[in-house]
C-alpha cells in the first residue's frame, strides 16, 4: 500500500517536474534512460511505499527478498538532493543526500549508489556506501 498516492502535481524526487511526467512515468513501466532517472524514481518509489517497483529496479544478484516498506510509516521523506552522476559506459555511480524525519527527528542518508544497465530491464541498482563523498573518482 502507498503512503501517498500517485499525483499529478510536483514530484517527490525534487526534480520541479510533475510526478506524472517524471518518476510516475518510470513507476508506470517505462525504462529510466539513466541511473541518475533510476536513483530519482527510486527515491520517489521509497516516498511513495511502491515496494515492488523497489524490487524490480533492483540488481537480482543483491536484491533483498522483501523491503518492507508498508512497516515504514514512522519516516517522512523530506526533501533529495543529488551530489553527481558519474556514468562510465554500462555502469554508472550516482552520489545523493535524502533528507528525513523519524519521531519527528531530523536525519539524513548519504549515498554513493551503483547501478548497471541490463539489455532487457535497463538501469538497476546494485548497490550503495553510506556517508560516501559527493566527489567525483
Same mark, same amino acid.
Given at each position: ?18 510526478? @506524472?511526467?517524471?518518476? /510516475?512515468?518510470?513507476? %508506470? +513501466?517505462?525504462? #529510466?534512460?539513466? =541511473? ?43 526533501? @533529495?538532493?543529488?551530489? /553527481?552522476?558519474?556514468? %562510465? +559506459?554500462?555502469? #554508472?555511480?550516482? =552520489? ?42
Amino acid at each position: 500500500m502507498s503512503k501517498r498516492k500517485p499525483h499529478a502535481g510536483d514530484c517527490p524526487c525534487g526534480s520541479g517536474q510533475a510526478y @506524472l511526467s517524471c518518476c /510516475g512515468r518510470y513507476h %508506470a +513501466g517505462q525504462l #529510466a534512460p539513466d =541511473a541518475e532517472a533510476l536513483m530519482r524514481s527510486r527515491y520517489s518509489a521509497y516516498v511513495l511505499g511502491l515496494e515492488a517497483y523497489l524490487l524490480a529496479s533492483w540488481a537480482p544478484e543483491t536484491r533483498p527478498a522483501s523491503l518492507d516498506v508498508a512497516d515504514d510509516a514512522s519516516i517522512k521523506w523530506l526533501r @533529495l538532493e543529488v551530489a /553527481g552522476h558519474f556514468p %562510465a +559506459g554500462d555502469r #554508472a555511480e550516482v =552520489a545523493f543526500t535524502a533528507f528525513y524525519k523519524v519521531g519527528g527527528k531530523a536525519e539524513r542518508l548519504t549515498e554513493r549508489s551503483r547501478f548497471r544497465r541490463d539489455p532487457q530491464a535497463g538501469w538497476l541498482y546494485i548497490n550503495g556506501d553510506l556517508d560516501a563523498p559527493d566527489s567525483g573518482h
